[in-house]
């Protein structure tokens, strides 16, 4: 089992910064792959951005060149470092782990915070 618990969540104004945290419960270098997704109302969830065991990173078109998603190792955390946000970025954002080699799709999810951008 992998509980995850996210936060850092808010309500931000357009082109402002937020940082979100997921702490996992166990290493995440027994996890295949941490990752960051978020869910719209009436919306399918979505991947934003990943960070696999050794290190490679995918991020979702919309989100490049201003989310950066990182980890410390000795704090068993992944991070979500948001920047010019929009308010299309509005959404619950989900911290999810994906333990099943080769799977990629998270098995594991945290509880989702709250994202809000306002224009």
């Known amino acids: 089992q992998v509980q995850l618990v996210e936060s850092g969540g808010g309500l931000v104004q357009t082109v402002g910064s937020l940082r979100l945290s997921c702490a996992a419960s166990?290493?995440?270098?027994?996890?295949?792959?941490m990752g960051w997704y978020r869910q719209a109302p009436g919306k399918q969830r979505d991947l934003v951005a990943a960070m696999t065991r050794g290190g490679s990173t995918n991020y979702a078109d919309s989100v490049k060149g201003r989310f950066a998603i990182s980890r410390d190792n000795a704090k068993n955390t992944v991070y979500l470092q948001m920047n010019s946000l929009k308010p299309e970025d509005t959404a619950v954002y989900y911290c999810?782990?994906?333990?099943?080699?080769?799977?990629?799709?998270?098995?594991?999810w945290g509880q989702g915070t709250q994202v809000t951008v306002s224009s």
């Open positions: 999810g782990a994906a333990t099943i080699y080769p799977t990629s799709w998270p098995n594991y």
């Open positions: 166990v290493s995440i270098f027994s996890i295949n792959r």
